[in-house]
């Protein structure tokens, strides 16, 4: 196996962007990874592009239409799908394409562009469910995360309260992100509280914007990093899991595939205390009670331990354990698969101490991200680690 | 450990059918990869360790199709994943996870559920770009920002849904236009593209799987109608609905089990440029595709060392192209090789010997599969009366179909 080396990074604003293309979104965002590496187009070998459902850019086979924004003409170049959490599996796929040998340089490309839904990208949702057991009971996305929200709640006595300190963190983290979309540095938990009931217990202010946007990463064997850097950061480790189809058949209040994503990628990384080992996590954030349910996933807390450490400060930029100290998809916003922005390419700025005034004190040596996908039951864990 | 080598251990198949209405498509996953456990001796929960699907949304009728994937292939809390791709995409995504060392067995799905589709014609124009290309097929219903659209008696609603519309051009005209190129630049004749329509659903019967066999003349095919012209309605693969299941694993495990193992020793693919307009009609993502599995698997001589071909048919005279764009043939070659037999099952380029896309039926992101899974039943030596003799080595391609610009290369070799 070949050790993968992280070389540069893109992202673009994050915004409603109707202006731009799916394409100019992916192109704006290569450009930057690539002059962030100092890579020219020819130095690539080999393309992987995620993004999420084709019916929110109304094209078919929306992967071919974004070959040229890519830089992938005339290069082997796959699109990578698993709903919401491909924004981390893109770039897990990115690290098979050089830990294989097969490539030497891989680009991985993410791109979203919900704003083509008219009115609201929750439509396109309204065919993610199954056509005979679902459909008929016209669900949504919000009404759906409301039940599981309330089943956290309910099993572990959680208080609206400490899931809308969340909302407050990530909104006020993300006030120093140059691509944010929702940053709000006097945004308080009564504002949260007070804001529209969406299906409850979820407030407008729980949820994160849907948005345009895209991101890219360089991937680059260890064996020739020396000559883009002198620093590199690695990929620890890689995990991945799905659970049934059937979401009615099991119990919401744990995310037991994120558990077993995070052991894969721990294992590979020869972690065996993820609290203790691990310097800063960007777990998934779509709505408020993900970050929370997400750490209890990713072994960082003890199930029902999240909120507490939220409340405490644990969770702050400069608290023991910080989380989404990029804003997350609450601040930044959340285009789907664009949202390894916020994610995998935080880790990497984070690492490299380049995250300007999002970075976090001391010194971090290690990180993990994680998203999440399909009906809730989709995570995907990456960690990356300084030299 | 990444001189660990890659071998199909398993493969599993669905009978093909024109139509389906009385089963789901859960239901022919299902089918395919059980068999394919079987057919390698594992116990799929215990012993797989990756999960891939091959499939497009709109192919499937849904926004997110990942996630009615794990519970008939038996990932339930596994990794599992989709590749938007043919399926021999999937298989080069299996390899690289093989070879990273941290996974030793990865099952791969590819399937058709085609004739659940009312509009195929429409959701392939989706494929096409919204604002330049689309409009060169024809009035489009126009998208109404303003509220529900109103029809007046003169100007009624388009027939949204029927893809024989008389005034919108089906997108198979790409086809046409590629033939009427292919046949000019070679001198090739629409006779020798039926002769492959002939030989290949000649082959189909006897394949046991296929859908489409038929006996047919030169003159049968000619007789039909243009399509698109010079696309006759017989040098058009027919839709068909299907499912395969590969299970790779790397030597040692293969070994473990006792299996002896067909390696998947080189694959390739690649990507034109997605704007019809400037794209070049010579299939280049098959010479680049074929190039990069070549140097993996140290091909030098295609003609000599390949034994048996599989290559995408989906259009007949697309059989052709790709024989010269993969190398097999000069260009301007393949029609004389069609005239000398040098195709058939017995020729010196057995091609598409399982009846191929134009036998079996189109199976969209199963093709590739379908193509690998051929070679796979020769080097195995279990191919029947289709049987090539004394096969080695094996090619099979694959492209994504209209209107993509993809395509993709594995070689198969006996250990």
Known sequence: MKEVAVIGAGMTLFRRHLKETGKELSFLATKMAMEDSGLEKDDIDMVVMGSAPDAFDGIHMKGENLIDGSAAVGKPYVRVFNGGGTGVFAPIAGWWHVASGVADICLVVCEEKMGNCYPHPQTAFRHIWDPILDRPLTPNLVWLFAMEMNRYMTVHGIKKEDIALVSVKNKRNAVGHPCAQLADPNITVEDVLNSEIMAWPVNRLDISPPSDGAAALIFCNRDIVHKFTDDPIYVAGTG?????????????????????????????????????????????????????????????????????????????????????????LLGVGNPIAATMGQKVCELYWQLKGVAGKRQIPGDPRIGVAQAWGDIMQMGTVILLRRG | ???????????????????????????????????????????????????????????????????????????????????????????????????????????????????????????????????????VTGPVERPNYGGSPEYTPEAPKPLVGSSDEKERIHPYFMAGLEMQHYLKTTGTTEEHCAAVVVKNKKNAFFNPYAEYEAQISIEDVMKSEYLFKPVKRLDISPNVDGAICFVLADDRTAK????????????????????????????????????????????????????????????????????????????????????????????????????????????????????????????????????????????????????????????????
Not at chain 2, 108 to 128: C, N, P, Q, R
Not at chain 2, 362 to 378: H, P, R, S
Request: glycine share 10%; net charge negative; charged share 25%.
């Open chain 2, 256 to 415: 473990n089990l006792g299996i002896e193992p067909i390696y998947l020793s080189g694959f390739g693919y690649s990507s034109e440029t997605p704007w019809l307009g400037t794209r070049g009609m010579n299939a280049g993502y098959a010479t680049i595709s074929a190039k990069m599995a070549y140097k993996m698997a140290k091909i030098v001589e295609p003609r000599e060392e390949i034994d048996v071909v599989e290559v995408d048919d989906r259009f007949s005279f697309k059989e052709l192209q790709h024989l010269e764009a993969l190398g097999l043939a000069r260009p301007g070659e393949a029609k004389q090789l069609i005239e000398e037999g040098a195709l058939e099952i017995n020729g010196s380029i057995p091609t598409n010997t399982s009846g191929g896309s134009l036998g079996v039926g189109n199976c969209f992101e199963a093709t590739g599969m379908q193509k690998a899974l051929e070679i796979v039943m020769q080097l195995r030596g279990h191919a029947g009366k289709r049987q090539v003799a004394n096969a080695e080595v094996g090619l099979a391609q694959a492209w994504r179909g209209i209107p993509s610009g993809s395509g993709a290369v594995a070689i198969f070799k006996r250990g």
């Open chain 1, 240 to 328: 991945w899991s799905i659970d049934s189809t059937m979401w009615t058949n099991r119990d919401l209040y744990f995310p037991r595939y994120v558990a077993q994503a995070a052991k894969m990628a721990y294992k590979m990384a020869k972690i065996e205390n993820p609290r203790k080992e691990i310097d800063f996590a960007e777990p998934y954030d779509p709505f408020s009670y993900k970050e929370l349910h997400h750490l209890e996933g990713l072994l960082l807390c003890k199930k029902g331990e999240a909120p507490i450490l939220t409340r405490e400060g644990v969770t702050q930029r400069d608290g023991d354990l910080p989380v989404c100290p990029s804003g997350g």
């Open chain 2, 1 to 135: 450990m990444t001189d660990r080598q890659v071998c199909v251990i398993g493969i599993g198949f669905t009978n093909f059918n024109s139509i389906t209405p009385d089963i789901q498509w859960k239901e022919i996953m299902y089918e395919a990869c059980k068999k394919a456990y079987v057919d390698a001796g594992i116990d799929v929960r215990r012993d797989v360790n990756s999960f891939i699907t091959c499939a497009e949304d709109y192919w499937e009728g849904f926004s997110i199709f990942d996630e009615f994937v794990p519970d008939q292939v038996g990932a339930l809390l596994r990794p599992c994943c989709t590749v938007c791709g043919d399926g021999l995409f999937g298989l080069a995504n299996a390899y690289m996870q093989i070879k990273t060392g941290h996974i030793n067995i990865v099952a791969v799905e590819a399937h058709s559920k085609i004739s659940d589709l009312l509009t195929f014609g429409d959701i392939m124009l989706h494929a096409f770009d919204p604002r330049f290309e689309r409009p």
